[in-house]
């Protein structure tokens, strides 16, 4: 799986950080292994949706553009949201047609009224939700193993985390953590 990014955000972001959300990610959604390109576009916003933080679009089965906005806390749960989506479309799970979706095989109008009110709750919305949460927490608590595992400090551990993560997440992480430390000594 080949992974393009870039960042026309204007905002100081650790692309280290989505390269490495990037490889769980796709490992997790077990489509590290498929012949295709994920193209991740960090933008400022969606002129012509001021609502939206991420968006996924691909109807090839080798290659899904996401794109989405930086914002400090949880934009890398929403890159997760996306590459689900990604997964979704290179499964062929998720098929995006001029008026419908085809979803698991079966066709979902895509109206006005659709796109507008039930859309946030059409199943992949919904798988792409729930894995989100799970992949956000899954790759916090590899990233806070990366750093204690590389002898930084807990203090220096959470500075290096919060650009991303909520403080509150972290330190569930850095606490279970030294927990199993204890009680492997
Ligand atoms: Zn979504």
């Known amino acids: 799986m080949n992974f393009e990014l870039q960042n026309k955000s204007e905002k100081n972001v650790s692309l280290d950080t989505y390269q490495r959300a990037f490889k769980y990610g796709a490992a997790e959604l077990g489509i590290d292994g498929f012949k295709a390109t994920v193209a991740c576009l960090l933008v400022k916003e969606f002129p012509n949706h001021p609502n939206i933080l991420g968006l996924a ?42 008026r419908s979706v085809l979803w698991k095989g079966e066709s979902y109008p895509l109206n006005k009224s659709w796109q507008d009110k039930v859309y946030e709750i059409s199943p992949w919305e919904q798988e792409a939700k729930d894995r989100s949460v799970v992949l956000f927490d899954g790759f916090l608590k590899r990233e806070v193993h990366r750093l204690l595992d590389g002898s930084v400090n807990c203090y220096d551990a959470v500075g290096q985390l919060k650009c991303c993560f909520g403080e509150e997440d972290i330190f569930k992480h850095t606490s279970a953590y030294y927990q199993k430390q204890i009680e492997h000594k």
């Open 57 to 98: 679009r691909g109807d090839y089965s080798d290659g899904v553009v996401i794109a989405l906005i930086p914002n400090k806390v949880c934009s890398l749960q929403t890159f997760f949201e996306e590459l689900t989506h990604a997964q979704q479309y290179l499964t062929g799970d998720l098929v995006r047609r001029k």
